[in-house]
């Protein structure tokens, strides 16, 4: 009895101090978030009760990253201060093409949009089990249902070799889109009714026709993912309303142009985010470049 009353304290005492220390901690955290609220510079911006970019220095780069010199004797090897060629649809389009059959079924959706192609994915049998333009797709299509008669033929004599994890194949229009790209897939697609898709497979795309024509005076090539190539805006103001020098590598990043493909013993880091990746008064001085720099003087110029 005397050890049940002593659990039963014990119980009552730590949802005792659970329901002070729930509080304390609510308390704590308005005090932290006020302090912010009252001391940050951005914060106060937001709040109009302070300029932003800060007049008081706050915002400037140190004199050394400021120096065009000193970033130029850390630049990496396999880039390029001058112009370089853009990819070829055929080069991009393998490259692509050769990481699509890792995808994930949803993550294909995206590819397509991304991407503004069309995507089948074609089994052992050469029938198309999944059709990626196709909200509702019944099944039972071959490729010859969606490319043009001439190059049907092409395509199906290639499957085998294809999906055997052979290289990815590009093929030159001949009676339909401008081009066609196909490569291995080694996720199976989901089984569409009663017919269970026949391995080995492998994906088709192609470009879509139907897709609204890009924006030639917008920076995007695609939305939120990639800029137009060799694209520039001087004196462009980003969402704060600052100046910038932006400027579009041959890859579509904001960077200097890349040589490709990737020279040996060259190490590439690819960031990955919104606003706080690509933003900065110049190529040079967003914080992947800045990183880049870092790197570049401690391990050498790689």
């Known amino acids: 009895m005397k050890r049940w009353k002593r659990r039963l304290l014990r119980t009552i005492g ?11 901690l609510d308390v704590w955290e308005g005090i932290r978030r006020q302090y912010v609220m009252m001391t940050n510079p951005f ?12 007049k008081n220095g706050q915002d400037k780069f140190s004199p050394e990253l400021e120096d065009a010199a000193a970033r130029d004797q850390y630049r990496g ?7 370089l060629p853009v990819p070829s649809d055929r080069e991009t389009a393998l490259h692509r093409v050769a990481y699509l059959g890792l995808l994930e079924d949803w993550e294909r959706y995206a590819f397509t949009d991304a991407y503004r192609v069309k995507l089948v994915l074609v089994d052992g049998r050469g029938t198309v089990v999944k059709a990626y333009s196709e909200s509702d797709y019944p099944g039972g299509k071959t490729p010859s249902d969606y490319v043009g008669a001439k190059d049907a033929p092409r395509i199906i004599a ?13 093929f030159d229009r001949a009676d339909g889109p401008p081009w066609y790209c196909m490569a291995a897939s080694t996720n199976p697609p989901p089984i569409i009714g009663e017919t269970r898709p026949v391995p080995p497979y492998a994906a088709l795309c192609w470009p879509n026709m139907n897709a609204p024509a890009p924006d030639l005076k917008d920076l995007w090539d695609r939305d939120f993912f990639s800029f137009r190539p060799h694209e520039r805006r001087d004196a462009r103001p980003n969402v704060l309303g600052v100046s910038e020098q932006f400027s579009v590598n041959n890859v579509g990043l904001r960077d200097d142009d890349v040589v490709l493909p990737k020279p040996p013993g060259v190490y590439r880091i690819l960031c990955v985010g919104a606003s706080t990746t690509e933003e900065g008064p110049s190529n040079d001085l967003t914080y992947p470049n800045i990183l880049e720099r870092l790197a570049h003087k401690k391990f050498g110029g790689r």
């Open 43 to 54: 914060a106060l911006a937001r709040q109009n009760k302070s300029d932003w970019p800060a």
């Open 14 to 24: 730590a949802l005792f101090l659970l329901a002070l220390i729930v509080p304390v």
């Open 77 to 83: 090897a396999g880039q390029s201060k001058s112009l």
């Open 158 to 170: 290639a499957l085998p070799y294809v999906a055997e994890d052979g290289p990815p194949i590009f």
